[in-house]
């Protein structure tokens, strides 16, 4: 069991930059895959990027490969996603995800989530 608390969104100019949080209060970080996923109303939840347990593979979707960097810290018990050259498209809801072994596209492969933390671009 683990619990995900997210922090660091807000409103950014377009080509600004975010960094986002996702912290574990209750559980180890270090016994989770974890991902990142967006969405916007009316959509479904989009598949950003997935981290391995220890940091050392890291796959990104097409959306975000070269703008955005995602990273955890497993002593802090928490998960970065950097997010650099923002634009209006990226606004959406964030979310991390916990995943207790392997990793994939789909939300329905993650066990945990965070709350979610609005980030807003504008143009």
């Known amino acids: 069991q683990v619990h995900l608390v997210e922090s660091g969104g807000g409103w950014v100019q377009a080509g600004g930059s975010l960094r986002l949080a996702c912290t574990a209060d209750?559980?180890?970080?270090?016994?989770?895959?974890m991902a990142w996923f967006r969405q916007t109303p009316g959509n479904e939840r989009d598949y950003l990027g997935v981290i391995s347990w220890n940091g050392r593979t890291i796959y990104y979707a097409d959306s975000i490969k070269g703008r955005f960097t995602i990273s955890r810290d497993n002593t802090k018990n928490t998960l970065y996603l950097q997010m650099d050259s923002l634009k209006p498209e990226d606004t959406a809801v964030y979310y991390c995800?916990?995943?207790?072994?392997?990793?994939?596209?789909?939300?329905?492969?993650?066990?945990?989530w965070g709350q979610g933390t609005q980030v807003t671009v504008s143009s």
């Open positions: 209750e559980g180890a970080l270090k016994d989770y895959t």
């Open positions: 995800a916990a995943a207790v072994a392997g990793w994939g596209e789909s939300a329905d492969k993650y066990h945990y």
